[in-house]
C-alpha cells in the first residue's frame, strides 16, 4: 500500500507545496489540506499514515512561534490527533511544525503525556531570524524512526525562534530516552557544543530535533524538504567538480531521506 | 473595560532582543545601557469574565517553560521603563492575530468592537540619564509617526497600575458626507484643489471643466441626482491622472538640447520611444515574450506549460517616514503585481534593493531617520514581509551615497509562475463582462495611504487615525494568495487586480475599462472603523486587498472558498457596459462620470532638457601618481569600501530557500559568505529548468554621465545572469527610474533642466542596450521627486537630491540548471583568465571615490563586441568548461579576483601584463578600472584546450593560477608583487566595517 501523507496547509504556512512533494518523491501519496478542512470535517485524518505539520509563519507567529496554530489544533482536533498517534501512526513537525507540535505538547511526550508543554523553542540566541545551512547528526541510538540509519546530513534552518529550551531535569530525561534524535553538528559530526555559527540558535544541547519516546513522533528546526535535489545543497558546484575530477567522493546525501524513512516505515507498518 | 495582560521571559532566561536593544543603545548612541528586558503587553478591550481571563493568559499567551504573566505589573528591575505602543489607526499585526486567537478559545465570534492593542514595556538598566532614555525611546525603538511612548524612571513607576490602561481606539464619531464641488472658473477649482488636496494639474483643469459643462453631462447627471462634481469624482480624477497612475512625467514632450550645439531633439514620450517601442520590436522576433506593457507584471514564457511573471516597484516616501512600515508595506504590496497579473500567479522569488545615507553619517544635516536607523528598519521591514510571505528573496543589493539622505530609495521586484493555461484558455488574457460582479477580497478598508504627505503635517489627537503611514501584513496577504490561486485553478476568476496607488478608484476604474461600465454600491466596502468619508473609502490604500471579477453563477462557490481560507470577501458592485462609473452609497448616487473622460485629451507635460558634457562641467581626471610601494593595504582598503565590503548580515534574515527551489543561493563559497552574481531558482520543482534573478545599480556614473550609467547597469545585470549560465537569448529587463525632480523652476530647481537632460540620456541608453542585447522590457516603473529638504547647522534647509538612479533586473531562463556555475576557485592549480578588455575607465570608479576624487572616464559600453563574448561563454559554460564564473564589477579586477578567491577560500598568482587591455595602461587602472563587458572564469587544466580554443576569438588571456595556499599574489607591469597577502586577511578587511551585524 503506498503511504499516505497529509500535509498541514493555510493560516500562513508556507512549506506545504515542497513537502508535499517530498513525500511524493520519496514513494507516498500527499494531499496538502487545509487546516480549516481537517477541521470541518471535508477530509479525515483516520485515512492517513503520515502527519506532517510543515514550516511557515502560522497566524504570523505573532504570539510565540506555532502558539496559535497549536490552540487552533488542539482546541478543534485535540481528540482525532491523540487518536491518530494511539494507533501508532507517524507525525513529523518541521520548523514551525515543530514549534506547533511543542506547543501542543505531542512533543516530547514524556510519560506518554501527549498534552503537556515540557520544552520550548525560543528566540534565537542572536536576536534575529536566520536563513543558513547547517550540519547535523543523527543520535544512532534514538528510536526515532526518521533518522534511522542516516548519520550526518547537511540543511538549511530558516528561523527566528529556534533554540531548544528545557529545564535540566526534562533534558536529563531526554537524553536518557535518546529522545534527541539530531543534533547541530560540525562539518564532520562531532559535537557543535554550543559553537556559532554551528550550533546557529544556542539551542540547549545542541538540540535540532526530538522524538517522543516511541519515535513516530519527530520534530526538527531543520528542514528536509529543502534539500530534495542535488542542486539544493549550497556547495553543489563544488561537489560537481570534485566528482569531474576523481570521480571518487560522493556529494551529500540530500535530506530527503529523513523523509523518505517515513515512507517506508510507513508502507511496512501498515 | 479593558485588561492589560503583561508577559515576559522567565528571569532566568536569556532574553535576545532586550540584549540586542542595550547593545544598540550602546553602539549606535554611547548610552550605558547594561541591560534590557521586553515586556510584551496585550491590551484586551472587551467583555471577558475571570475565567475567561485566566484561560486566555495561560492557554495562548503564557508558555509555561520559558515565560511569566500577569494582569497586574510585572515585577522587573529596571533603572528605565519605556513603553512605546501604535497610535490609533496604525495596523497592529499581532492584536488583529491575537484576536482570532482569543476567539478560538473562547469558541464564540465577539463583539465587533472588541479589539486587542499590543505594545511593549522596556526595562533598562544602566546609569542613563532622562534624557538619554528619552533618546532611547525616541531614535531606537519608536517612530513617532505611527507609535506614542511613555518614559517612567523607578520614582514615577506605580507598580499597581504600571503604565495604566491605554487603548489606542480610532473614534471619528462623524457622519461620512458628499460634498459638491463648485466650479464656477478655473482659478476656483484651482483653489478647491489645494485646499483639499486634491493635487489636480492646473493644466488639467479647463478639461476637467469642459466636461462637466457639456451639456448631454449635464442632463445625464441631473437624471441620478447629481449637479457639480462631487468630491468622489473629482478625487477619481485626480488619482488617475495623478503621475504616479498616469505616468505624465515619462509621458512627457522633451525638448532636448546639447549645450554648445544647435538645434532642439523633440521627443514626444520616453515611454513610447524609449521603452514601448524597442520591446515590441523585441517581441516581435522573440516568441518567449507572451505578454507585456500592460498588466501589472510581464509575462515570459518559463516552459511549455508555464510562464513567469515579473514586476518591479519603489517604495521611497513612505519608508523615508517609518522605514519599516515602507519597505514591509512595500515588499508585500509587490507581491500583489504578479497575483494580479492574467488570471493571477503564484509568487516564487522576491529581491530587494537599498540605496541610503552613509551609516556612519555625522554630517551636519538633519534626516528624518538617520541612514543607520533607515537601514535597520528597512532591512528588518523587507525581512518580515519576504519571510512571512513564503516567498524566497534570493538576491538584493545595497548602495550607499549622501544623496540619498534626502530621500532613500526601496526598491522591490517580484516574480510569480503561472499555467500557461486556466480553463484552456491563456492565463495571460482577462477582461471583465456586463453582468459579471464586482469582488474586493482580503483586508479592509480604513484611512490608510490617503493623501499621505498632507496627513503627515497634521496635529494628532488621541484619537486619530495614523494610518497614513502603512504597515503591511503579509500573514492576511498570504491567506488571500493561497485562496485565490485555489479560486483561480477552480476557474472562478474573469478578473483579477490588485488595490495598490489610488485603491478601489485606480483597480475598479481600469477593470470597467473591459466592460466599458460599471456600479459600485460604496456603502457594502468593508471598513475598519466607522466614520470614513465615500470619497476615502474610494480612494484608501489599505493593503492586503485584490479587486476581481467574478460570474454570478460561481459566487457561492467563490464564497465558500474564501470562508475555508479565513479570508474576507465581498461584492460590492457589478460590471456593465453603460459607459459610466457609476457610485451610490445606500442608494444615492454620488459618482456619474463617463469613464472616457480619462480618455480626453488633457494637455501634455513638457520639459525642457539640457545637456551638459563632463568636458563643459569641468570634469577631467585626476593628476595621480602610483603608489610606490605594495598595494596590500590598498586592496583591503577596497574591500572595506562600504559599496563593496561584505553585507552578508542582510540577506542573512532572509529565506532563500523557503519552496525548494534554490540552485543558486545570495552567497557562495567554502563559507558560504561571498555574494553570488545571480540566484537561481527551479520552480517547478519536477523539472531542471530555471530561471536566474540579478539586479544592478550603479549611480555613482550618473555623476559624470547617465547614458553611461545605464548602459553599464544593464551590462552588468546581463553579464550577472550569464556568470550562472543563463540562456543569452532569453533574457528579460525591468528598469525602475528614482530621478529627482526634473521639472525646471528657477528658485526651487535650477538645475531641473540638466535633471531632465540626464533622464533622456538615460532613456536613449536603455533603448540602445536593449536593442543590441535583444531584451524586452517585461516591466518597470518610474518614481520620481527623490529630493529631501534637510535642516543644516544652523537652521537653513537645504534640499538634497539623489543620484539619478537606475535599478536594472534581469530575469533569464536557465535551460539546465545542473550546468550552473558560480563564482568560487574550486582547485588548486586551476587556470584563471580574464575575458574582456580592460580601459583606462575610473572614472567614478570604487578607486577614485577612495582617494577623493570623480574623474571623467565613466566606462563606456560596447554592446555588440560584448553580446558575442556572452553567447560564447554561455556554451562554454553549458559545455561544463568553467570551473568558476565571475563577472568584474564594481572595484574592478582586484576585487573580482579577491572575491573568488574568497569564496573558494584558495589563493592565486596573477600576472598583471598579461591582462587584455587597450592603450598604455597603468597597474592601477588594471586592478580597478570598471570597464564593462569582463569576466574572471577559472579553468581546469584538463580543460585549457577547449575552453582557450572555444574563446580563441575574443580577447581572453590566462593570466594566472589557483594558488594551494591561501597566498594571494598579484604582479605588477614592472614584475614586481603589488598584492603579497593571503586570503584570510583579505577576508578580515572584507568583513571589518559589517561583519559584526546579524
Excluded at chain 1, 192 to 199: E, H, I, L, S, T
Excluded at chain 2, 891 to 902: H, T, Y
Amino acid at each position: 500500500m503506498t503511504p499516505r501523507a497529509l500535509v498541514l496547509a493555510g493560516y500562513g504556512l508556507n512549506c506545504d507545496h515542497e513537502t508535499a512533494f517530498a513525500f511524493e518523491k520519496s514513494g507516498g501519496q500527499a494531499q496538502r489540506v487545509h487546516i480549516n478542512s481537517l477541521i470541518n470535517k471535508e477530509v479525515s485524518l483516520a485515512d492517513f499514515q503520515i502527519l506532517a505539520f510543515v514550516g511557515g509563519f502560522s497566524w504570523a507567529d505573532d504570539h510565540g512561534a506555532g502558539v496559535i496554530q497549536a490552540v487552533r489544533l488542539k482546541y478543534n482536533l485535540g481528540r482525532e490527533i491523540l487518536d491518530f498517534v494511539e494507533a501508532g501512526n507517524l507525525v513529523i513537525g518541521i520548523c514551525n511544525g515543530f514549534q506547533a507540535l511543542v506547543n501542543l505538547g505531542l512533543l516530547p511526550g514524556l510519560e506518554k503525556d501527549y498534552t503537556k508543554r515540557t520544552v520550548a523553542l525560543t528566540y534565537n540566541d542572536s536576536g534575529n531570524f536566520r536563513n543558513a545551512w547547517v550540519t547535523v547528526a543523527a543520535n544512532e541510538k534514538s528510536p526515532c524512526v526518521f533518522t534511522k540509519g542516516l548519520s550526518v546530513l547537511d540543511m538549511p534552518i530558516r528561523h527566528g525562534e529556534g533554540k531548544f529550551f528545557a529545564e535540566q531535569d526534562v533534558l536529563d530525561r531526554l537524553v536518557e530516552n535518546n529522545q534527541i534524535a539530531l543534533t547541530y553538528a560540525m562539518q564532520d559530526g562531532s559535537p557543535a557544543q554550543g559553537r556559532f555559527p554551528q550550533n546557529p540558535n544556542g539551542s540547549h544541547n545542541d538540540i535540532a530535533g526530538i522524538c517522543d519516546p516511541t519515535g513516530r513522533i519527530f520534530g526538527l528546526m531543520p528542514h528536509p524538504e529543502a534539500f530534495i535535489h542535488p542542486t539544493n545543497h549550497p556547495r553543489w558546484t563544488f561537489h560537481r567538480e570534485v566528482q569531474k575530477r576523481n570521480g571518487l567522493e560522493a556529494p551529500p546525501q540530500p535530506a530527503i531521506a529523513v523523509i523518505k524513512n517515513a515512507v517506508d516505515f510507513a508502507r511496512q507498518a501498515f | 473595560m479593558p485588561f492589560v495582560l503583561e508577559i515576559s521571559l522567565k528571569p532566568h532566561l536569556f532574553d535576545a532582543h532586550g540584549a540586542s536593544v542595550a547593545r544598540k543603545a550602546r553602539d549606535y548612541f554611547g548610552i550605558p545601557a547594561d541591560s534590557a528586558r521586553v515586556v510584551t503587553v496585550l491590551t484586551l478591550d472587551m467583555d471577558l469574565s475571570p475565567d475567561q481571563l485566566e484561560s486566555i493568559r495561560t492557554e495562548i499567551f503564557t508558555n509555561p517553560v520559558t515565560q511569566v504573566s500577569s494582569y497586574k505589573p510585572l515585577d522587573i528591575p529596571f533603572d528605565w521603563a519605556i513603553w512605546v505602543g501604535f497610535r490609533p489607526g496604525v495596523r497592529d499585526n499581532p492584536g488583529a492575530t491575537a484576536l482570532e486567537a482569543i476567539e478560538d478559545i473562547l469558541a464564540q465570534k465577539l463583539p465587533p468592537k472588541s479589539r486587542v492593542y499590543t505594545s511593549r514595556r522596556y526595562c533598562i538598566e544602566g546609569k542613563i540619564s532622562r534624557e538619554q532614555a528619552n533618546t532611547i525611546a525616541t531614535q531606537l525603538l519608536a517612530n513617532e509617526l505611527i507609535q506614542q511612548v511613555k518614559i517612567f524612571s523607578q520614582k514615577d513607576w506605580d507598580s499597581s497600575t504600571g503604565i495604566g490602561i491605554i487603548a489606542p481606539k480610532v473614534l471619528l464619531d462623524r457622519k461620512p458626507v458628499v460634498t459638491s464641488i463648485p466650479m464656477d472658473s478655473d482659478e476656483s477649482l484651482l483653489a478647491v484643489s489645494q485646499k483639499r488636496n486634491l493635487a489636480l494639474n492646473p493644466n488639467d483643469i479647463p478639461t476637467i471643466r469642459k466636461y462637466f459643462q457639456q451639456k448631454q453631462v449635464v442632463t445625464a447627471r441631473r437624471r441620478v441626482g447629481l449637479s457639480q462634481p462631487t468630491d468622489v469624482e473629482l478625487e477619481y480624477i485626480s488619482q488617475a491622472r495623478s503621475d504616479h497612475c498616469n505616468h505624465n512625467t515619462f509621458n512627457g514632450k522633451f525638448f532636448y538640447r546639447e549645450q554648445g550645439k544647435p538645434g532642439v531633439f523633440e521627443i514626444n514620450s520616453l515611454f513610447k520611444t524609449y521603452i514601448e517601442k524597442p520591446t515590441l520590436e523585441i517581441k516581435a522576433k522573440k516568441p518567449w515574450v507572451v505578454s507585456v506593457l500592460w498588466d501589472n507584471a510581464g509575462v515570459a514564457r518559463f516552459d511549455e506549460n508555464n510562464c513567469y511573471t515579473i514586476t518591479g516597484e519603489t517604495h521611497n516616501s513612505p519608508s523615508n517616514m517609518e522605514a519599516y512600515g515602507g519597505a514591509i508595506t512595500g515588499i508585500v504590496g509587490v507581491y500583489r503585481d504578479p497575483m494580479g497579473t492574467g488570471l493571477g500567479s503564484k509568487l516564487i522569488a522576491g529581491t530587494w534593493g537599498f540605496c541610503v545615507g552613509p551609516r556612519d553619517y555625522d554630517g551636519p544635516l538633519t534626516p528624518k531617520l538617520h541612514p543607520r536607523r533607515l537601514l535597520d528598519g528597512i532591512i528588518e521591514g523587507v525581512r518580515d514581509g519576504g519571510n512571512k510571505s513564503g516567498i524566497p528573496t534570493p538576491t538584493g543589493c545595497l548602495f550607499f551615497h549622501p544623496g540619498y539622505l534626502g530621500k532613500c530609495l526601496v526598491f522591490v521586484t517580484a516574480l510569480g509562475i503561472m499555467p500557461s493555461k486556466v480553463g484552456g484558455k491563456p492565463s495571460w488574457e482577462k477582461a471583465t463582462q456586463k453582468g459579471q460582479l464586482v469582488v474586493m477580497c482580503g483586508g479592509r478598508v480604513g484611512k490608510d495611504g490617503i493623501h499621505g504627505v498632507t496627513a503627515s503635517s497634521e496635529v494628532f489627537s488621541a484619537n486619530t487615525p495614523a494610518g497614513h503611514v502603512q504597515i503591511g501584513d503579509p500573514y492576511t496577504q498570504k491567506k488571500m494568495m493561497d485562496f485565490l490561486l485555489e479560486a483561480r485553478d477552480e476557474g472562478l476568476i474573469a478578473f483579477i487586480t490588485d488595490n495598490g496607488g489610488g485603491g478601489l478608484s485606480s483597480s475598479v476604474g481600469e477593470s470597467a475599462r473591459f466592460s466599458g461600465g460599471v456600479e459600485i454600491a460604496l456603502d457594502k466596502v468593508p471598513l475598519k472603523y466607522e466614520g470614513l468619508d465615500q470619497w476615502e473609502i474610494w480612494i484608501s490604500e489599505s493593503q492586503e486587498r485584490m479587486t476581481l471579477a467574478i460570474e454570478q453563477k460561481n459566487r457561492a462557490r467563490f464564497m465558500d472558498l474564501s470562508a475555508k481560507h479565513a479570508v474576507e470577501s465581498t461584492v460590492i458592485g457589478s460590471y456593465t457596459d453603460s459607459g459610466k462609473l457609476h457610485i451610490t452609497w445606500k442608494g444615492e448616487t454620488c459618482a456619474f462620470v463617463d469613464l472616457s473622460l480619462l480618455a480626453e485629451d488633457f494637455p501634455q507635460w513638457e520639459f525642457e532638457a539640457l545637456w551638459a558634457s563632463p568636458e563643459q562641467r569641468g570634469l577631467s581626471e585626476p593628476v595621480l601618481s602610483f603608489p610606490e610601494g605594495s598595494y596590500t593595504r590598498l586592496l583591503c582598503d577596497m574591500l572595506n569600501m562600504p559599496n563593496l565590503c561584505s553585507r552578508e548580515w542582510i540577506n542573512r534574515q532572509y529565506d532563500h530557500e523557503v519552496q525548494g527551489t534554490s540552485v543558486i543561493k545570495p552567497f557562495v563559497g567554502v563559507f558560504a559568505d561571498v555574494p553570488s552574481d545571480a540566484g537561481v531558482l527551479r520552480p517547478v520543482l519536477s523539472s531542471e529548468k530555471g530561471i536566474a534573478i540579478a539586479q544592478a545599480l550603479l549611480p555613482g556614473y550618473s555623476a559624470i554621465d547617465t547614458y553611461a550609467m545605464t548602459a553599464c547597469v544593464m551590462d552588468e545585470a546581463v553579464r550577472r545572469v550569464i556568470a550562472v549560465g543563463a540562456d543569452p537569448e532569453q533574457i528579460g529587463g525591468v528598469d525602475n527610474f528614482c530621478w529627482p525632480t526634473i521639472a525646471s523652476d528657477p528658485k526651487k530647481n535650477p538645475d531641473g533642466p540638466y535633471k531632465a537632460a540626464q533622464l533622456v540620456r538615460s532613456c536613449m541608453a536603455l533603448a540602445d542596450i536593449c536593442r543590441a542585447y535583444g531584451i524586452p522590457l517585461l516591466s518597470g516603473k518610474d518614481s520620481m521627486y527623490v529630493d529631501g529638504h534637510l535642516p543644516g547647522e544652523y537652521g537653513e534647509r537645504h534640499k538634497v537630491s539623489a543620484l539619478p538612479t537606475l535599478l536594472f533586473t534581469t530575469s533569464a531562463i536557465v535551460p539546465d540548471v545542473k550546468n550552473c556555475t558560480t563564482a568560487d576557485f574550486k582547485m588548486p592549480g586551476d587556470l584563471i583568465y580574464v575575458l574582456g578588455i580592460t580601459r583606462n575607465e575610473l572614472g567614478a570608479s570604487q578607486l577614485y571615490e577612495l582617494l577623493g576624487h570623480l574623474g571623467k572616464n565613466v566606462p563606456v559600453v560596447n554592446p555588440t563586441e560584448n553580446i558575442a563574448l556572452y553567447r560564447t561563454l554561455h556554451k562554454a559554460i553549458n559545455q561544463g568548461l568553467c570551473a568558476s564564473v565571475r563577472g568584474v564589477y564594481q572595484g574592478g579586477l582586484g576585487v573580482a579576483l579577491a572575491m573568488s578567491a574568497l569564496a573558494g577560500d584558495l589563493g592565486l598568482f596573477v600576472d598583471l601584463a598579461k591582462v587584455p587591455r587597450e592603450g598604455n595602461l597603468h597597474d592601477l587602472a588594471l586592478l580597478f578600472s570598471e570597464s564593462a563587458g569582463r569576466f574572471v572564469v577559472s579553468v581546469s587544466h584538463e580543460n585549457r584546450h577547449d575552453f582557450e580554443a572555444a574563446l580563441a576569438a575574443f580577447d581572453v588571456a590566462r593570466i594566472g593560477t589557483v594558488s594551494d595556499t591561501g597566498d594571494f599574489a598579484i604582479r605588477g607591469l614592472d614584475r614586481r608583487n603589488l598584492v603579497e597577502t593571503n586570503v584570510d586577511t583579505l577576508r578580515a578587511a572584507w568583513k571589518q566595517r559589517f561583519g559584526g551585524l546579524i
